[in-house]
């Protein structure tokens, strides 16, 4: 466990000593954990590269779990100031989700022995320096019970297959399959002589989809969903559940998904909760400048070359439908 907190912050140390002198704040987290992470992310520089400093800032929860004004209403944003928030559910973050809006870094510390690195600004590293490293730290950890944690989700899955409107012979695409929940569903509609391909970037994911036997019904196979191994417009649906909000850069993302998508064909956006939920389960409440809402999600499809035709959003599921242009 250790291995990863020091792989995290000699990544931070590595980016950030350039741009030196600095100063480094760390946001979030329950109490004590923004201290603990700055001191150990202070450690991770060289001697070198002192000329900095990295503090901590006072969360939103004390010990006895009143709350407490944060430093980061009050702080200005500058050009030698980096923000990292530290984000673990409901304690400990702005409820308005503010602390993270303002953060260049954003890290999971659900468990503070296995920090995930879930975004980081463009000007301080390029995604390819850190996107597929972490997000296989975050989903490679929690692979073994993803289906027993999220078993209750069958039954969403399956009508949002149905809104897919797939026929017997279909190409289906499933990018970012996970465990490959959705994966029989896809196999019966386009059945008997359509094919379904899932892609996952997390090994273990992939391998807990084997090992309930989902190969039977589908490919699995190991792709970025940024670059898929498949030809120009070659599919005719393509599912994305719980993918879109993970990118680096969702509208790069939906670019490449419409690539693959022959003219005519349907992309369904897809996640077995509503957002607004979701984010509750957080700690935050949902922000108007997000990519899956409605306004930003269909122009993000629309430069990208989809057109959307059906959005939803209650408490119990997300779905955006779209046609390829």
């Not at 897919?164 to 386009?190: E, H, K, M, N, Q």
Request: hydrophobic share 45%.
């Amino acid at each position: 466990m250790p291995e990863r907190i020091a792989e995290v912050t000699a990544f931070l140390a590595e980016v950030l000593a350039p741009r030196a002198p600095l100063t480094v704040i760390v946001e979030g987290g329950d109490h004590g954990a923004a201290a603990a992470f700055a001191a150990r992310l202070a450690a991770a520089f060289p001697p070198s590269a002192r000329a900095w400093s990295v503090d901590a800032v006072l969360g939103l929860t004390g010990p006895a779990g009143g709350a407490f004004d944060s430093a980061l209403n009050v702080l200005e944003p500058a050009a030698d100031q980096v923000i990292v928030y530290l984000r673990s559910g409901p304690r400990g973050r702005l409820g308005d989700g503010e602390g993270e809006r303002r953060a260049q870094v954003v890290i999971d510390h659900h468990d503070p022995q296995w920090p995930v690195i879930r975004h980081v600004h463009p000007r301080l590293a390029d995604p390819e320096q850190w996107y597929l490293t972490e997000s296989r730290a975050f989903f490679g950890a929690r692979a073994a019970g993803w289906d027993t944690k999220f078993g209750d989700d069958f039954p969403a899955y399956r009508k949002a297959v149905e809104a897919a409107g797939l026929a017997p012979g279909d190409l289906a695409l499933d990018v970012g399959c996970g465990t490959g929940r959705a994966l029989p569903d896809l196999s019966a509609a386009v059945a008997p002589t359509g094919r379904v391909i899932g892609f996952d970037i997390t090994p273990d994911m992939l391998a807990r989809a084997r090992a309930a036997g989902r190969d039977d019904c589908a490919t699995l196979a190991l792709a970025d969903a940024r670059r898929l191994p498949i030809a120009d417009a070659a599919a005719d649906v393509v599912f994305a559940a719980g993918l879109v909000h993970h990118l680096p850069d969702p509208g790069a993302g939906l670019a490449e998904l419409a690539r693959v998508t022959r003219p005519g064909g349907r992309l369904i956006i897809f996640h077995p909760s509503g957002r607004a939920a979701l984010a509750a389960r957080h700690g935050r409440t949902v922000r108007p400048d997000e990519p899956l809402n409605e306004t930003p999600l269909r122009r993000l499809l629309a430069t990208a070359g989809w057109a959307l035709f059906r959005y939803e959003d209650p408490a119990d599921h997300f779905l955006a439908g779209a046609t390829r242009a």
